[in-house]
């Protein structure tokens, strides 16, 4: 049966995150033939429904409001629920981001709905739908079905494949008037780190520095090497902590989690908490000088070597490789 599938589009600084194609891609995994609604939060935003159109949605609901102009739990929350209200979806979809993470559990609890979070890829098996999603620090993965009621799923950036771009494609696009009351906080302002380049949590490439990394200059030649390959720079702890780079780039366990297409971890030993978090990129390679690194076991190329000699010949043959 063709099913109604909601899915909730993200956008930053006034760009749709790329989360929000991948979300519809799920939505229509989840769909089976049925109609993709997407919706879009915010103030001024109206102008990025085409763009959802043309990833696939078949309607696009706008909220706008000025107290929706920053998150807030508070604001989205009543946004979302009237869209639902309005919608009444067999299904929704949401991106396992910071967002998603803090808005889908109070959604799900206001419905009295069962929630799978941040599932990595959806397979059909026996006529069902299979979400599969990481555990224990992504050293396994579990399989869930959904067997009656709302299908409620947030799905890790970066997993699965946005549907190819339609130009031009039309669709439905309504404004939604949500009276937005009582919010508990407001934002007044925000200030943001002074963070360059690509967004650690949707980059293709990673350059990650561990304590190998020795000091805030060691990151230099990690930095020239994520911009040759317009990727972004990341961290282990241990480097965070020796203040050798802001939290903000922390990937692991407490930190951020991600799946780029290529990591390359440079001095950093492979610690059970930052594996968590970067275990399920797709090609992972590893620069340590200690050959029994724990971080080899989950590379699938290992350069055993100093980062500082190994790093710049990568750059080197990297500016040949674009220049011819
Ligand atoms: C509750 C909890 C949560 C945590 N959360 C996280 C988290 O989210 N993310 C995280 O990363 N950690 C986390 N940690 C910390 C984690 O346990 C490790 O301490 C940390 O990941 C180690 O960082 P590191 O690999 O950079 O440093 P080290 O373990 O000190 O490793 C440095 C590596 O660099 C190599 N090296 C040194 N010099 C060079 C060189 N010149 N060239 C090449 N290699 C070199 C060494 O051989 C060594 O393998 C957490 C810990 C706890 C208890």
Redesign the pocket.
Known sequence: MSKKILVLAEAREGALRNVSFEAIAAGKKLSNGGEIVSVLIGEGISSLSQELVEYGADKVVTVEHDKLKQYSSDGYAQALLAAIEAESPDGIVFGHTALGKDLSPRIASKLGSGLISDVTSIEESGGKLVFIRPIYSGKAFEKKVVNGGLVFVTIRPNNIDPLPKEEGRSAEVTSLNVDITDLRTIIKDVVRKATDGVDLSEAKVIVA??????SESGFEPLKELADLLGGAVG?????CDAEYCDYSL??????KVVTPDLYIA?????????M??MSNSKVIVA????PE?N?FKVADYGIV????D?VPLLIEEFKKIKVS
């Open positions: 520095g561990g304590r190998g990394v020795k961290a282990s702890r241990g480097a922390q990937i692991g366990q407490t930190g440079c001095g950093i030993s492979g610690a059970i908490q930052h968590a978090g620069i340590n000088k200690d690194a971080i070597g100093d980062l500082f190994v």
